[in-house]
């Protein structure tokens, strides 16, 4: 049996607003609260990973890193930068407005956060 990631919980201090903001920069359907599970707020990444917002008093942040094609990680930048979204090259400073034109991982990488702290990179090829 293959191993994959079905959804993780990403804790928040209002689990809308980053649903929200996670669904908007990334190009993702918004659809509300779960139907049976109203505590979080889930954001379908692709067919095998869900991001469950969680509301938390005291969010802790996390580090969530995707891999997207070119395409996409243009239209990210595109639409952080109509928000005027702060982005950046390196985790310590995610809001440098830079893009990483060689990410150790090969390609183009980016980083920016939410209000509760939590880190987002994107790597692309």
Same mark, same amino acid.
């Given at each position: 049996m293959t191993i994959t990631l079905n959804h993780t919980i990403v804790t928040a201090a209002d689990n809308d607003e980053a649903a929200r903001f996670f669904a908007a920069v990334m190009g993702l359907d918004h659809t509300g609260p779960h139907p049976h599970a109203r505590h979080f707020v889930p954001i379908k990444v692709n067919e095998q990973l869900t991001l469950d917002f969680l509301t938390v008093a005291r969010p802790q942040g996390h580090h969530l890193a995707f891999d997207v094609d070119a395409a996409?990680?243009?239209?990210?930048? /595109?639409?952080? !930068?109509?928000?005027?979204?702060?982005?950046?090259?390196?985790?310590?400073?995610?809001d440098n407005g830079r893009i990483d034109d060689a990410h150790p991982l090969g390609g183009?990488?980016? /980083?920016?956060? !939410?209000?509760?702290?939590n880190l987002y990179e994107l790597i692309s090829p």
């Amino acid at each position: 049996m293959t191993i994959t990631l079905n959804h993780t919980i990403v804790t928040a201090a209002d689990n809308d607003e980053a649903a929200r903001f996670f669904a908007a920069v990334m190009g993702l359907d918004h659809t509300g609260p779960h139907p049976h599970a109203r505590h979080f707020v889930p954001i379908k990444v692709n067919e095998q990973l869900t991001l469950d917002f969680l509301t938390v008093a005291r969010p802790q942040g996390h580090h969530l890193a995707f891999d997207v094609d070119a395409a996409t990680f243009d239209a990210v930048v /595109y639409r952080l !930068d109509a928000r005027d979204i702060p982005y950046g090259d390196q985790p310590a400073h995610p809001d440098n407005g830079r893009i990483d034109d060689a990410h150790p991982l090969g390609g183009r990488g980016l /980083y920016f956060s !939410d209000s509760s702290g939590n880190l987002y990179e994107l790597i692309s090829p």
